[in-house]
């Protein structure tokens, strides 16, 4: 049977950049880029792909159970990759419900509109869920998530993915679908958009903008460039075993404040700025309620079963994206206009 994947969730960060591979990878895959795009979701971060023969986006929300019945009717759904959701933390903090609306009640109309299509042939598909380490909640000092670390989100964000999680769970369980699941850690590189740490701080040191840095700057988060979590996702994809949950990660942690501060140092270098001028644009606010304080990522797994391995070293994937974000000042500008401006007064000049 010939692959139709449906890919959702990809006019965003990551799902860009997975779809991309998938149809410049797989030509005699079909891949159908299902997204509703929403402010996070930019169809300007697809134009290499845009003419390609097995490439076609349909805009829909996952929130509308009738409209994905017709989409997998269509275009003859054979797996699913699911990558569409609210992603941002302090988002959640503000507006939870549009966290369950999308995270858990649209992974469960997707799992429905898969079973009632796929009842058949169960067996012959997959379903494969996107999530996240976050869900995993917070740890202290020392020690790392494992697949078999217990949930215990902390945010809105990490409660709704871990619910979808579960979700997933149930249907294999219940129904005997054929379902995989990931957890990735913080992913970095091109097309991010500007609300999360990294790209914000690019955003604002170009600009000459004050560096919003929570709390003292202490928390660590384990980074991984995005294309090596795009890699992963097909490594999954392909070699996962059924019912399998794998945990991604760079084995990269670093303190915000680290982050921050090597962001500084690269770009005086390439802005021909003085040594320390935009150090001096680091401003410590409030905190995030209820701040995770670490996640970090135990990949062996991955590595030691499917032979996935993160292929850049941290230092070479922040130039490549400091210099992307140098080299599209178009896109930047698109995507921090209206919306934007009045998210980031909303959220950081009240
Ligand atoms: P993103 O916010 O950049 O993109 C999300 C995409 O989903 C957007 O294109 C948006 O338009 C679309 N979308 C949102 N609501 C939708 C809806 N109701 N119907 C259809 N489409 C909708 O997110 P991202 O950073 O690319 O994350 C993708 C996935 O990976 C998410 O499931 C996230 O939880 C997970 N993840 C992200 C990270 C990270 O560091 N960004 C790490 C681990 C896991
Ligand atoms: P973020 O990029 O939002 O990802 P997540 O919350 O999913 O880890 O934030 C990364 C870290 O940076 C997190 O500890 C919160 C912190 N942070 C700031 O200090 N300032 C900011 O303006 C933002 C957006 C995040």
Not at 245 to 253: D, M, P, V
Not at 323 to 349: C, M
Request: aromatic share 12%; with cysteine; proline share 3%.
């Amino acid at each position: 049977m010939k692959k139709s994947i449906l890919i959702t969730g990809g006019a965003g960060f990551i799902g860009c950049h997975v779809v991309q591979l998938f149809v410049q990878n797989y030509p005699h895959y079909k891949i159908v880029n299902l997204d509703a795009l929403t402010y996070a979701g930019n169809l300007e971060n697809l134009t290499s792909i845009e003419g390609a023969q097995n490439y076609c986006f349909e805009k829909a929300d996952i929130q509308d159970a009738e409209i994905l019945d017709e989409l997998f009717e269509k275009h003859g759904i054979t797996d699913v990759i699911h990558l569409a959701a609210e992603s941002h933390v302090d988002r959640s903090i503000t507006d939870p419900l549009a966290f369950v609306k999308t995270n858990v009640l649209g992974t469960v109309n997707l799992l429905n509109a898969a079973k009632k299509a796929w009842a058949s042939d169960l067996d012959q598909h997959l379903f494969y869920h996107v999530s996240t380490d976050e869900v995993y909640g917070s740890l202290h000092e020392g020690g790392f998530f494992v697949e078999s670390t217990p949930y215990d989100p902390q945010s809105p964000y990490s409660a709704s993915k871990a619910a979808s999680d579960h979700f997933v769970r149930a249907y294999a369980n219940t129904y005997g679908m054929r379902t995989v699941i990931s957890n990735c850690s913080n992913n970095y590189g091109p097309n991010h958009f500007p609300e999360k740490l990294i790209p914000l701080c690019i955003n604002n040191i170009k600009n000459m903008k004050p560096l919003p840095v929570y709390g003292k700057g202490e928390n660590i988060r384990d980074w991984l460039f995005v294309k090596d979590h795009a890699r992963a996702i097909d490594t999954v994809f392909h070699k996962g075993k059924t019912g399998e949950t794998y945990n991604i990660g760079g084995f990269n942690e670093w303190k915000n404040i680290d982050i921050v501060r090597l962001l500084c140092k690269k770009m005086d270098e390439k802005l021909g700025r003085e040594p320390g001028t935009s150090e001096k644009l680091i401003t410590f606010v409030k905190d995030r309620a209820g701040h995770d304080l670490r996640y970090a990522i135990d990949s062996s797994k991955i590595k030691n079963e499917l032979g996935w391995e993160p292929s850049l070293q941290f230092d070479e994937g922040i130039d490549i994206t400091i210099d992307w974000y140098l080299n599209n000042q178009d896109w930047l500008e698109h995507v921090t206009s209206g919306a934007y401006q009045d998210y980031y007064s909303e959220h950081y000049e009240k």
